[in-house]
T-cell receptor
Framework: DGGITQSPKYLFRKEGQNVTLSCEQN?????MYWYRQDPGQGLRLIYYSQIVNDFQKGDIAEGYSVSREKKESFPLTVTSAQKNPTAFYLCASSRAARNTEAFFGQGTRLTVV | RKEVEQDPGPFNVPEGATVAFNCTYSNSASQSFFWYRQDCRKEPKLLMSVYSSGNEDGRFTAQLNRASQYISLLIRDSKLSDSATYLC????????????FGTGTRLTVIP
């Protein structure tokens, strides 16, 4: 089945550690995104990539890094510089064409302990 | 002003009721509009796109009012399974990276 897979579903991190969230898609989508969702807030864009080997900062990129070495993969690293990393992280993908909807992975719930 | 604004609710309605949500957007150049459904602690899933002429999918009807810059979602004959948060999503059309999400409207359908 085609889709987007995020792993792990739950992740616990100690303060000061970097962690990497995985996102893989087999939809042949060119564009991929990372969003963060906090209680009572809408989704906020962290990073996006529209082609391999290229990515752009979203609204809240500070403390995060990404790579896009393969079309299918767009991992997100939450670094120790991210001051408030506890959140629900959602990866999405879409066709590169305009006005297209995004399809989401199941999300990773990150908790800093 | 936020790009997309929604009434957070909650809307508590009995089974079989009709309920409507509105969502306003600030960018008059916005091109694409969507409603997503998000269940508790799950990812958002596309419910329906919203077309200029309005569109219907079973019990769900979406409308777009460009003059007043709002979109609406009407749910008829509410089911218990409709309980979820409904996200309004707007794109200015310059690229899918510019999808703007509302904070969502929480709906609870009561037996």
């Amino acid at each position: 089945d085609g889709g987007i897979t995020q792993s792990p579903k739950y992740l616990f991190r100690k303060e000061g550690q970097n962690v990497t969230l995985s996102c893989e898609q087999n939809l042949n989508h060119d564009a991929m995104y990372w969003y963060r969702q906090d209680p009572g807030q809408g989704l906020r864009l962290i990073y996006y990539s529209q082609i391999v080997n290229d990515f752009q900062k979203g609204d809240i990129a500070e403390g995060y890094s990404v790579s896009r070495e393969k079309k299918e993969s767009f991992p997100l690293t939450v670094t120790s510089a991210q001051k408030n990393p506890t959140a629900f992280y959602l990866c999405a993908s879409s066709r590169a064409a305009r006005n297209t909807e995004a399809f989401f992975g199941q999300g990773t719930r990150l908790t800093v302990v | 002003r936020k790009e997309v604004e929604q009434d957070p609710g909650p809307f508590n309605v009995p089974e079989g009721a009709t309920v409507a949500f509105n969502c306003t957007y600030s960018n008059s150049a916005s091109q694409s509009f969507f409603w997503y459904r998000q269940d508790c602690r799950k990812e958002p899933k596309l419910l329906m796109s919203v077309y200029s002429s309005g569109n219907e999918d079973g019990r769900f009807t979406a409308q777009l009012n460009r003059a007043s810059q709002y979109i609406s979602l009407l749910i008829r004959d509410s089911k218990l399974s409709d309980s979820a948060t409904y996200l309004c999503v707007v794109s200015p059309g310059t690229g899918a990276n510019n999808l703007f999400f509302g904070t969502g409207t929480r709906l609870t359908v009561i037996p």
